[in-house]
């Protein structure tokens, strides 16, 4: 599939006025879940933490935990609201698949970028007549 970087802003949605801070070079991750940026950075945006100690299953197998903080996140057009880990030193920085679905866009691999996925599914009600003795009574239900 081939690999690539974004670069996004990142802002503590419990702060006002937000403040956004810039990183570079996140490898976009469809096979990671979460999204991973440096602790220290988050720390100094004033991320708390939502959810200790979190367990994660590296590529090698080994299980690791890491605390996840939630921040506004943006790349490009893109934005969303999500978890983010709180790496340590050695953890890469990366773009998770879960921020992709909250983007609503999907991984162009021959471009190297991310692509709007397009309009959003909508829900649509449609009222189901029973038989009885379930019947809403409804004069065409009986």
Known sequence: MGTFKVDVEIANVSKKPMQWRSFRGLLVDTGS???????????KLGLTIFKKDQAF???NGQVITRDLGI?????GEFKTVDEVVFAKEGDFMLL????????HAHVD??????????????AQ?????????YCCQRKSCL
């Open 125 to 133: 009600i449609r009222v189901q007549h029973h038989s009885p003795p």
């Open 71 to 75: 921040a506004l996140i943006k790349c």
């Open 109 to 122: 691999s021959r471009g190297k970028r991310l692509v709007a996925s397009g309009p959003l599914p909508a």
């Open 33 to 43: 879940e979460a999204t991973w940026l440096p602790e220290d950075e988050l720390k």
């Open 57 to 59: 299953v590296m590529a």
């Open 96 to 103: 998770g698949a879960r921020t992709l679905e909250g983007f």
